[in-house]
């Protein structure tokens, strides 16, 4: 019986190496690539993750904080609440145009992300054509150079004039209070290699930049706050950049503005004006803070809107 016993024992102690190494296997604990893929008509459009941040929304946003916290408990968010941080490749077929290109290095670690992501949609940085920013706030415009060089050697940068005009001012920053110079910092180190390479134009009014794309000024937010939009064969998505930033809030509220805007009032009609369009007429709407990958249609809904994400689809 001895042997027998042995035999056993070797098989139990077997069976729980066996039992242990699963039980051991780590966690993974990284997402999927950070991208998503649409068709506008003819056009492609490619929503790109930066990553996320988490933002103290009860005292950023304009109203009192325990209604903003009761709120988001209410639709499972919390405070610091996890915000997204959008960019949008759009490939006419003839140019290859990105809006917004992520922080880069100026928030953090858990931002950053848009050149992996870039990268594991199909694309490499060199083959950007032009860059539209929708405003020069650093996580929008963080992505464009590091350590003074281009991320996007080809590329042609365009914002609107009046941003342009204001966050690379010198003078502006050198008056402004210590807590808003960082601002200016951010802005000036992501755009000036381009200006410096004859790659930066400002935008001076509405109008198509590409076939197919247009710059609309929507200001408030900043100065030269714009969006984008891209029409095909009928269909027609508006880049919003910052005119929403807590959906969970805003949607129901869009009265609520929010701490970065520079001219609150303006920034509130702005939302309004774009908002009632998208609504009326079905467009698509691609937001840079709403929850990745930030597409979706709006409905009026009593004083504010009902936010409908786009459905899930493969490219066929």
Known sequence: MKPL??????????AALVSAAHAAAPMVKTPAPGFFRVMVGDVEVTPISDGT????????????PEQTRSTLEKNFLKVPTETSDNAFLVNTGSKLVLVDTGAGALFGPTLGKFVQNLKAAGYQPEQIDEIYITHMHGDHVGGLARDGQRTFPNAVVRAGKADADFWLSQANMDKAPKEKKGSFQGAMASINPYVQAGKFKAIDGNGELAPGISAVA?????????????????????????????????????????????????????RKKVFDDAAKNGWLIGGAHLQFPGLGHLQTQGKGYRWVPVNYTQMR
Do not use: W
């Open 218 to 270: 929507e200001p408030g937010h900043t100065p030269g706050h714009t969006t984008y939009v891209v029409e095909s064969k009928g269909q027609k998505l508006v880049l919003i950049g910052d005119l929403i930033h807590v959906a969970a809030v805003q949607m129901d509220n869009p009265q609520v503005t929010i701490g970065f805007d520079s001219d609150e009032k303006a920034a509130a009609a702005s």
């Open 5 to 14: 016993k042995r035999t056993l024992s070797a098989v139990a102690v077997a």
């Open 53 to 64: 941040v988490d933002l103290p929304m009860d005292q950023l946003l304009r109203q009192k």
